[in-house]
């Protein structure tokens, strides 16, 4: 019974430019039902979700096992590893 459900996310524009609305949309074909919930964020809020789900969501997605995964060097091994945010990802500075 798989795409019997249908889950979206989409991300709108504002219409004032202070924020966006994230808008989810479950549709089931199963229940022959449409689930639609909108909320809106200002562009901090925004600012903040997105920081924290740039480095969560790897985690939570098993990405940072498959990538270290790999068989270090020895030197590289004993060195605890520090992970520094992309300053892309930053908040305005």
Excluded: C
Excluded at 21 to 48: D, G, H, M, W
């Amino acid at each position: 019974h798989e795409g019997q459900v249908k889950k979206s996310l989409t991300i709108t524009p504002l219409g004032n430019d202070s924020g966006y609305f994230l808008n989810i949309t479950v549709l089931n074909n199963a229940q022959k039902t449409t689930e639609r919930l909108s909320v809106p964020v200002t562009k901090a809020e925004f600012a903040v979700m997105r920081t924290a789900l740039s480095f969560a969501l790897p985690h939570i997605m098993g990405w940072d096992q498959v990538l270290t995964n790999h068989h270090p060097s020895p030197s590289s091994a004993s060195k605890p590893r520090v992970e520094r945010p992309h300053p892309d990802s930053e908040w305005e500075r």
